[in-house]
C-alpha cells in the first residue's frame, strides 16, 4: 500500500505486515505533545511525547511502549500487540538501539 495523507505505516494487532492504515492525531496540551494512533478497525492508543530522550511512552493504560531506532527519521513503537512506525529526530542513537 503506498503512503497516504495524514496517516502512518503500522501493523494493529493480528496483522503480520505493515501497511498505511493508520490515522495519526496530535494534540499539543500544557502536559505536552500527545499521538493518538487509530487503527482501521476503531482501536487507538495514545502515546505522550518526552522531552527526555526516551522518545514516546504510553500515555494510558498499564502496557509499556517499546521504542525501537529505525533510522535517524523514524522508529518503531510496540505496544499492546500491535506495532507503530513514526516520524522521529534521533540524536546521537544507532539504528537497532
Avoid at 6 to 28: K, S
Avoid at 59 to 76: C, F, N, R, S, Y
Amino acid at each position: 500500500m503506498e503512503k497516504a495523507e495524514g496517516r502512518i505505516e503500522c501493523a494493529p494487532p493480528g496483522a503480520e505486515t505493515f501497511a498505511f492504515a493508520c490515522a495519526i492525531d496530535r494534540t499539543q496540551s500544557q502536559d505536552g505533545l500527545f499521538l493518538t494512533l487509530r487503527h482501521p478497525d476503531g482501536g487507538f492508543r495514545r502515546l505522550l511525547v518526552t522531552t527526555d530522550g526516551r522518545g514516546v511512552i504510553a500515555a494510558d493504560g498499564a502496557e509499556k511502549a517499546e521504542v525501537t531506532i529505525l533510522a535517524p527519521d523514524q522508529v518503531e513503537v510496540a505496544i499492546g500487540g500491535a506495532r507503530y512506525r513514526l516520524p522521529a529526530t534521533v540524536r546521537g542513537a544507532k539504528p537497532g538501539k
